[in-house]
């Protein structure tokens, strides 16, 4: 099993919505314009407005790294305006493993599917 499904949670920081607004929005333009590999990219904010939630899928390891990549300073902008937690369901690559081990994720191992 390649595919990686990824949740990543974003509680936005107090009276920081409008810029996470903006920042999500560049995000998201980035994945549009470079990714080649992604196969969802879907984002969702809770009805308060406080958290969001976005729902990541990728071909493999390789093109997760890609996103990374390609989103760099992008990333590490939104980050400044919402805290991460990071859920990684599938089997990254050592390398990927490598360079998301800064957000700590738990990773999840398949275990049973259709």
């Known amino acids: 099993m390649d595919t990686l499904q990824v949740t990543a949670r974003l509680a936005i920081h107090s009276g920081k919505r409008e810029q996470f607004e903006a920042r999500a929005a560049e995000c998201v333009r980035l994945v549009r314009e470079r990714d080649t590999g992604t196969r969802q990219y879907d984002w969702f904010l809770d009805d308060e407005g406080t958290e969001c939630v976005v729902r990541e899928a990728y071909r493999d ?23 991460l937690t990071l859920e990684i369901c599938g ?6 493993r490598a360079a998301t081990a800064p957000f700590a994720p738990r990773v999840y191992a398949p275990f049973l599917s259709l």
């Open 91 to 96: 089997t990254p690559s050592t390398e990927l």
């Open 61 to 83: 390891s390789a093109a997760a790294l890609e996103h990374l990549a390609n989103l760099g300073p992008a990333l590490m902008a939104l980050f400044e305006v919402c805290d």
